[in-house]
Structure formats: structure tokens, C-alpha cells
């Protein structure tokens, strides 16, 4: 069942898991995953920790403390977060060490609410690295315009970091430019550039599902023969940016004092429209050095029918370009997109994470100790 998996892998591709829940680590399912489909990674958003918590598996006894302590909702449900990602990166630890740091990552999502708020942003990125105290930790920034000054705040003060929601390439070229940025505010500051780490996370399905919607509403052959082009060609001109900063005398000056480079991560990667193949966004963006982080249906995909066929980015500029160009000539705007896209992302978050803190503070009141 992994033989697509291991290719993967061997193309270089980490393959990171793109779901967390208590039950998935108290049962040994993650670490089943790690052992048996090439998992050497774990990411969170509020999206996920909404469904974990809400599904209510493992959580009452610390709910029931955390009712007793009186803490405040917010308070909380940091604590109950916290503890999952904490105990998530103590089972990929051992494979945090064997990759030298560069796998066997965690991360765990600033509250969606301060996506706008720089100052906010990086207190919150500095209070997560402290609450889970793993160096096998990244926290995730959103690539909002708030957002960059944070990403280079924080990594100069030496923390790792997940800049999520990145939708368009320009915004790529700026989250990469942070990151150096942060990079040599590190080195000023004397600290070790190798001990710290990146990735970049390049939204791919919902490319499609937008720009689809739009062709489909345009209604020409033209139009349709376009349709499930965007979202990888998209993904694939990151590559070539990412190949092209990641090549610059910026860059090899930090590398020579031991930093690392950014990772792309594709995420987003479970298909969306059913007329496509369920595992399009991961065998059509292989390429050394990314990570795709994946849904566990898309995982089951991939290992069940997934065909790996080496690498299917490099050599694709020329045609990407091609295909996003012919979209626009449709009237279609690439940037129109790529900002509804970022703000539907964000307000989608803090969506998931008022409903997760409306949940919680409901079992918080429930649980609470009757006054004698």
C-alpha cells in the first residue's frame, strides 16, 4: 500500500500529515503512520483542532481540570492545544533527530484573529513557542501584509516558523524575502542561523476551485478547457521562485553561516472537485526539497492508486505561465483572486476558531464545580 508513498519520498518529497487529533496520538495511529506510510510530519490549523475538540475524543479530564482551575475560555483552549502538539511532536521527536531538524515538525497556527495585528502576532508566536517548548515546533504565521514584519521578527529571535496561506506568487517572492530578512536579524543578534527552520505553506485546491468557478461561469470551450489548470500551475511558478531566490547571493551568503532553506509546502492538497483525480495535487507537484502536507484521504489516495513518475515541476515554467496568462486574457483576474482567496482564508480560520471557543466554553460551564 506505500510503494507510491516511499516513491514519493524518494523523489524527495516529506510528506507531511496534514490532521491532528488526541485520539490519533493516544492510539498510536501517528505513530503508525510515521512507521508504515512515510509520515514524518504534522501540521494543525484551527480548521482541524475545531473538529478534533468538537469531536470531543480524550479531552474531558483536562477539560474537567481546566473547569476547576477557572481559567478563561481563551486560556483554555490555548492549554488543550498546546498539550496535543506538545505530545504530537514527542512522537515524530526521534524522526527530528534522525533528519537533523529538518523533518519531525509540528506546527501549531497564531489565533486567526490577529492575522492584521503584527505587534499581536508576535507576542502570540512567542507565546506558543514557550507553552509547547519543543524544538520541534513551528508556529504558523499567515502571509498577510500584517503578516510579514511578524515572520521576520520572529525568526530573527530565533523561533521556526510556518508561513501559512500564501495564495499568490508575489506574495511567495515577499514571505521568502521575510524569511531572509529574519535570517540576518538572527545572525546580527548572534544566534545560531542552523537551528532554525521554515516552510513556506502555497495553497493549491482552492486556486481551482475559484478560478473554476469563474470559467465555468464564462461558458466558452476556451474557458472549459482551462478549467483544473490553475491551482498547479500555480504552485509550480512557486517552485521556480522558490529555485530562483534559493539560488541568489542573498541567500549563499546566509547558507555559508549555516542556515536552511525555506521549504515550499503545498497544502490544501485534497481535490475538491470530484471530476478530477483524487491525487492531482500531489503526483503533478513533485519536486526535491518540498513538503506536501496531506488530509488522510488524500494520504489513503496516493498510497492506494497514486502514480509517481519522478518530477513534475521542473521543466513546466514555460506552460505554467502559458496556462495562468491564457486565464487572465479571459478577463479573469489573477490578483482578484489571489486577495479574495487570503481573505476568505483568514476570516475562514477565525470563523473555526470562535465556533471552537463557543464549544469549549459550553463543556467549560458544564463541567464546572457545583458552588457548595
Do not use: C
Amino acid at each position: 500500500m506505500t510503494d507510491a508513498l516511499k516513491r514519493l519520498s524518494d523523489e524527495g518529497v516529506a510528506i507531511w500529515l496534514d490532521d491532528l487529533s488526541r485520539k490519533r496520538i493516544t492510539s498510536g495511529n501517528l505513530a503508525e503512520l510515521m512507521d508504515q506510510s512515510h509520515v514524518v510530519g504534522v501540521t494543525t490549523n484551527p480548521s482541524i483542532f475545531q473538529k478534533a475538540i468538537a469531536g470531543g475524543d480524550g479531552y474531558e479530564q483536562q477539560l474537567t481540570d481546566l473547569a476547576a482551575r477557572k481559567l478563561t475560555v481563551d486560556e483554555a483552549l490555548r492549554m488543550i492545544t498546546t498539550a496535543d502538539v506538545r505530545d504530537a511532536a514527542d512522537v515524530l521527536r526521534p524522526l527530528y533527530e534522525a533528519s537533523g531538524g529538518q523533518d519531525g515538525r509540528v506546527s501549531i497556527e497564531v489565533d486567526p484573529r490577529l492575522a492584521h495585528n503584527t505587534a499581536a502576532t508576535i507576542a502570540e508566536a512567542k507565546q506558543l513557542a514557550w507553552l509547547v517548548d519543543r524544538p520541534n515546533t513551528l508556529i504558523k504565521i499567515p502571509a498577510t501584509k500584517a503578516g510579514l514584519p511578524a515572520i521576520t521578527e520572529v525568526i530573527g529571535r530565533g523561533i521556526s516558523v510556518n508561513v501559512t496561506l500564501i495564495f499568490s506568487l508575489e506574495r511567495y517572492r515577499e514571505v521568502m524575502d521575510a524569511y531572509l530578512a529574519g535570517l540576518e536579524k538572527a545572525r546580527a543578534a548572534g544566534l545560531d542561523l542552523s537551528l532554525i527552520r521554515s516552510v513556506a505553506s502555497f495553497f493549491v485546491s482552492r486556486v481551482d476551485t475559484e478560478i473554476d468557478k469563474r470559467l465555468e461561469k464564462l461558458g466558452s470551450d476556451e474557458a472549459k478547457a482551462l478549467k483544473g489548470k490553475a491551482a498547479v500551475a500555480n504552485a509550480r511558478l512557486a517552485y521556480q521562485a522558490y529555485e530562483e531566490v534559493f539560488s541568489s547571493d542573498r541567500w549563499q551568503a546566509l547558507e555559508r553561516e549555516g542556515a536552511h532553506k525555506q521549504r515550499p509546502l503545498w497544502a490544501s492538497t485534497g481535490v475538491k472537485d470530484p471530476a478530477y483525480p483524487d491525487t492531482l495535487y500531489v503526483t503533478e507537484l513533485v519536486a526535491p526539497g518540498i513538503v506536501n502536507t496531506m488530509p488522510e484521504a488524500t494520504l489513503d489516495a496516493v498510497a492506494d492508486h497514486g502514480e509517481v513518475t519522478g518530477d513534475t515541476i521542473r521543466g513546466t515554467y514555460e506552460q505554467s505561465q502559458g496556462e495562468l496568462d491564457a486565464i487572465g486574457a479571459l478577463g479573469i483576474s489573477y490578483d482578484d483572486v489571489v486577495q479574495l482567496l487570503e481573505d476568505e482564508g483568514v476570516e475562514k480560520f477565525a470563523v473555526s476558531w470562535n465556533e471552537l471557543l463557543g464549544s469549549t466554553e459550553a463543556e467549560l460551564k458544564r463541567l464546572a464545580p457545583k458552588e457548595a
